[in-house]
């Protein structure tokens, strides 16, 4: 091998490399023993690939335009959410199988609105000034919340007197190193008991281009492309957090966002400015849950019943696989 | 003999049990009662010599004589102590009657510390045990880089701001707003079609006639001067309904204007604007929360 009737090969920076350049077919760049040259001629034979892609597309868009009309409709890029692996509980929006199911689940007296939320925040043990921040920031966002310190007091001990005390909901913030890194969302009256990863927390000073506080004013909720099953019952979890009536004089409204799998939270302040625009702009903190075990009863780890744990060997192997 | 047992591990050769920081010199012989590397509290460099400790929660006194160095496999005589504190102690004095007081008391000293430690660790596994997981720097990095593409694949500014459009136009927020006729008309047609299958009919249809008379057009948006109360001086509004939703939004506006900067579009309505009024009683559709 070598190189062949290639023209001049490079020495040192090289002439400038030629209009057409000819490699013989059984002519590979690896196989040049001299680094500089086989750079050199790597990079000649890139050029040269990005010519022929160039003259290609130029190609199709004139046949394009040739046909005027009749041309075939444009390709569809292929995305992860395009090429998503179907789900088989996907739900159907006129499945009355599940609509039976959501009537009736723990979740039903929210949704028929003989309860309101009253939520109970902690974190745990020794909380770091991040995670107290957070907090006190996530009890704001989240109307008829009441943060309390855990000191050292077991979950299991602490859910009955919740019960006792009115409380719907629970979440646990979990903390690792002075920063927050783990939720437990958990459904007072022995509701499901979701837990989360949490990543990339940003309290309200480190969001450029805030606005004032979040009011007292009861939030709009959005949630989106929560598909699944498992998707909606996560988001219907989201959804009892927050009061049914939403004030909308407060113009405020927090997200969950599902996108492949990852649950993104933002908390904005919203206003029409005409018919076809609305402004939005970002108070509030933000952060990213991604679900790792969805448990029947309320917390606990040892006798729980797990309806849905991420187990990695299993559910990472395919990229295009999503379970929210 | 122990002297010259010690003479050349203590001082002068090598000792593979001895561990020299600066201040002091341990010993990390098994049997050793303090610890530190001494004259007295050698193992090796003692013929008689004594120790206390524990194997899965239960304390031996491990003993050694002279007799028996020549024995290495019967060496060390070990004797297990009630768990009982003051009758352990007891045990310790008996067994170790006649010897030093130096090893006595350092035998008993050894015990003390190792029933506190026990004590110590029975109390912590009743509390609450934190279980530390180690991360999988792999998978942590895998995990990280997707929530940033499936961040950028989001798109969460447009998806929301669709999502508040979408409500809008199926008239959640019900008179809130009123924009500009063509998606009111829009909704009006809708209204009217479902009219029929509601039953109150809480609707004057006559004003809808009034309401093409009274029609003005509106200015194009994107002029930056407004504020909002100049639309409410300009508003000519005769229902007290009317007018109560536009004190509310007055005082929303006032909470507004607070936070408005100037030069940020989303905190202030932008145009001078003709409020049309449509003197219709809806009922507010109800909210549809999408899953």
């Keep these: ?324 | 003999s122990p002297q010259v047992v010690w003479s050349m591990l203590g001082n002068r050769q090598f000792c593979s049990y001895k561990m020299t920081t600066k201040t002091q010199n341990f010993c990390r012989n098994e049997y050793n009662l303090t610890g530190l590397c001494n004259r007295s509290s050698c193992p090796l460099a003692n013929s008689q010599y004594a120790t206390v400790r524990e194997e899965k929660g239960r304390c031996y006194l491990y003993m050694k004589t002279i007799e028996r160095a020549a024995f290495p496999r019967r060496l060390w005589e070990r004797v297990l102590l009630s768990k009982n504190y003051e009758k352990a102690l007891e045990q310790i004095d008996e067994n170790l009657i006649y010897w030093p007081r130096f090893i006595r008391h350092k035998c008993k000293q050894r015990f003390t510390k190792i029933t506190q430690y026990l004590i110590r660790i029975r109390k912590l596994t009743l509390k609450r045990q934190r279980k530390l997981v180690p991360l999988r720097r792999k998978i942590e990095r895998r995990e990280n880089r997707r929530e940033e593409k499936a961040l950028i694949a989001a798109q969460l500014d447009n998806a929301i701001e669709k999502e508040l459009l979408e409500r809008l136009k199926q008239d959640t927020y019900g008179d809130i707003y009123n924009f500009p006729i063509h998606a009111f008309d829009k909704a009006l047609q809708q209204q009217d079609a479902e009219s029929e299958s509601e039953s109150d009919a809480e609707r004057e249809e006559d004003d809808d006639d009034e309401d093409v008379d009274k029609r003005e057009f509106v200015e194009a948006e994107d002029s930056e001067l407004s504020d909002f109360e100049d639309m409410d001086k300009l508003e000519t509004s005769s229902e007290e309904e009317q007018e109560e939703e536009e004190e509310v939004e007055k005082q929303a506006s006032h909470s507004k204007s607070k936070g408005k900067t100037p030069l940020k579009g989303p905190a202030r309505r932008k145009r001078p604007y003709i409020e049309i009024e449509y003197e219709e009683e809806t009922e507010p559709s109800t909210k549809t929360k999408t899953a």
């Design chain 1, 1 to 324: 091998a070598g190189e062949g009737s290639a023209s001049t090969p490079g020495d040192g920076g090289g002439p400038p490399a030629p209009e057409r350049v000819l490699f013989p077919p059984t002519f590979s760049v690896s196989e040049i023993k001299n680094k500089q040259r086989r750079h050199f001629m790597f990079l000649r034979w890139k050029q040269q690939q990005r010519k022929e892609k160039l003259a290609l597309k130029k190609k199709r868009r004139k046949e394009r335009e040739a046909l005027g009309d009749k041309a075939p409709p444009k390709a569809v890029p292929k995305t992860i959410e395009n090429q998503r692996v179907y789900d088989e509980t996907t739900v159907d929006p006129n499945d009355e199988e599940v609509a039976f199911d959501e009537a009736t689940d723990e979740f039903a007296p929210y949704f028929n609105r003989q309860t309101v939320p009253k939520i109970l925040i902690t974190t745990s043990d020794r909380p770091r000034g991040r995670t107290v921040r957070f907090c006190e920031q996530l009890a704001t966002v989240i109307p008829n919340s009441h943060v309390y310190y855990r000191r050292g007091l077991a979950l299991k001990r602490i859910i009955p007197q919740c019960i006792a005390r009115d409380f719907t909901d629970l979440i646990v913030i979990n903390e690792d190193r002075k920063i927050p890194n783990g939720l437990v969302l958990s459904h007072l009256p022995d509701g499901p008991t979701a837990h989360f990863r949490m990543s990339s927390v940003r309290l309200r000073k480190e969001i450029k281009r805030k606005g004032k506080e979040p009011t007292e004013h009861v939030p709009e909720v959005i949630l989106n492309n929560f598909t699944t099953r498992l998707g909606h019952s996560i988001g219907r979890m989201f959804a009892a957090l927050f009061p049914h009536d939403p004030q909308f004089i407060g113009r405020q409204v927090a997200t969950f966002h599902n996108q492949r799998d990852y649950i993104f939270f933002r908390f904005h302040r919203y206003i029409f400015k005409s018919e076809k625009k609305v402004g939005i702009q970002e108070l509030g903190p933000r952060f990213t849950l991604k679900l790792r075990s969805l448990q029947k009863g309320t917390f606990d780890s040892k006798f729980g019943e797990y309806e849905w744990i991420h187990k990695r060997r299993e559910m990472d192997t395919s990229r295009r696989k999503f379970h929210l």
